[in-house]
């Protein structure tokens, strides 16, 4: 089809034939047309030789920053933090409340996964930027509980979730106390109350915690975290250091 | 001389409020009305307005009975229509909320839109529109339908196609059979609150035209939702439904400005 796309389609518009494009989000098939199912500026991703023959034609529903619709460049300037968290993103989240089936955590940073994976490379450690940092500074500490907490997105940690090995055997008592900080990954955005949470991964679990006498622990083991001025040690499942 | 459309529009050719028989009312629309829903519009049709708020597509409420059952191959629609007290010329005080026309209205709206949308993505949730009338002035359920359609845009919903509503009359009662050598009554379209009241009248909502077969322009307007609550002899209904699709298809064309004004901003 020679006539060119509409930069804005309205739904119902009808934007090319499916033996020249296929559907991409926010379109739909109809009478083999393609045609807009929601308001917003037309995208079309030219085809890619290996997968796909047919260029994609997209809806979207606001306007991409790359104002050149032929380019498919991944948005550059995304945020590192403070994203919404989805289904995969680490976070840092911090105990509430430690119950016999399931902790409840209250999420404090979300790196999406391309800060992730930059996060978890030694040479550009995630605090790259200050506001981790400070969340985290005061987190750790028992007396800055505030009802800030409430207000953040509440997740769970359920029993089977908290490591890969010997699930059954878990107890949650040994695993987290209330004002840790623990990093782990989203795998459902579960229901209207809260998020769920696994930290079954070596480099998942406990990362800052405060010992009973209120001094910060080092890790010295995958369940083990010790009080470096009273030597005692304490049970937590602890996140792989880097 | 009593001051109404059957004795008048035969004289003057023109209506109480000064239209033609093929004249809309004014429309006046707007999108992204309420920041904290969704999606929200604001339409007006001459007297006649209208605020629609839609929240969703949502997680359904727990003990829901849709919520479980019929939610789960898509979502589920919910209507819920106000009339204000203060939106006919008798102020009218009600307990309930809710009377026989809201509750028409919003059920009308709903199995319009359940099937009209493309509820199948989202499978388990509802999406809820909240219709407030705060001036009601005829083709209520018409302006209803086209404020919606804004709000749902607006919230990004997808659909097939802007559903647009509107109504058409006929200028007499209508009542005996049509004779083609002596038709002296017209087609309305439109009708305000006076001429409802007095004149047979339907709603007809359209979906956006689909094009059929090889030609580009041959253009095929699919009906999505026809009542009517007047008599009126059969030989009429074909004009009045006539008139009412080319309506529609005039208020899609104003819809479709409103949507491209409003994403430009």
Known sequence: MASSLPSLAIPGQRLGPVATYAAGPGTHVHHSHVYASIAGPVFVDPAQAKTQTKSTITVSRTPRPAANPTTTAAPSSKPKYNTLPAVDAVVLARVTRVQKRQATVSILVVLDESAASKALNPTQPASDNDNIESILSSA??????????????????????????????????????????????VISLGDQSF????????????????????????PVSWKEMRDP??????????ARPF | MPLDTSTTYPLTKLRLDGRRWNELRLIQAQISTNPASSGSSYLAMGNTTILCSVHGP??????????????????VVEVDVNIAGFASVDRKRRAGGSDRQSGRIASTLRSAFQSHLH???????????????LSADGSLLAAAVNACTLALVDAGIPMPGLLCGCTSGMSGSASTPRDPLNDFLDPLLDVSLPEEQELPFLTVA????????????????????????SKVHHTYIETMLAVGVDGCKQIREILDGVIKGSSRR
């Open chain 2, 119 to 133: 509820t199948y993505l989202y499978p388990h949730s509802t999406i809820s529109i909240h219709v407030s009338v």
């Open chain 1, 195 to 218: 998020y769920y949470i696994t930290t079954a991964r070596n480099d998942l679990g406990v990362v800052m915690a405060r010992s009973e006498a209120g001094n910060m622990m080092f």
């Open chain 2, 58 to 75: 949502a997680e359904g409420r727990r003990g829901d009975a849709t919520g479980g059952s019929a939610g789960g191959s898509g979502a």
């Open chain 1, 229 to 238: 001025v009273t030597g005692v040690a304490e049970q937590r499942k602890v």
């Open chain 1, 140 to 185: 750790a500490n028992p007396e800055n509980h505030s009802s800030a907490d409430e207000l953040r997105f509440q997740a769970l940690i359920r029993k089977e979730d908290v490591r890969a090995v010997e699930k059954d055997r878990v107890v949650m008592d040994e695993m987290f106390r209330v004002g840790d900080i623990v990093r782990g990954t």
């Open chain 2, 206 to 229: 359209t979906t956006t035209s689909i094009p059929t077969g090889a030609d580009e322009d041959d253009d095929d307007m699919k009906v999505a939702m026809l009542t009517m609550d």
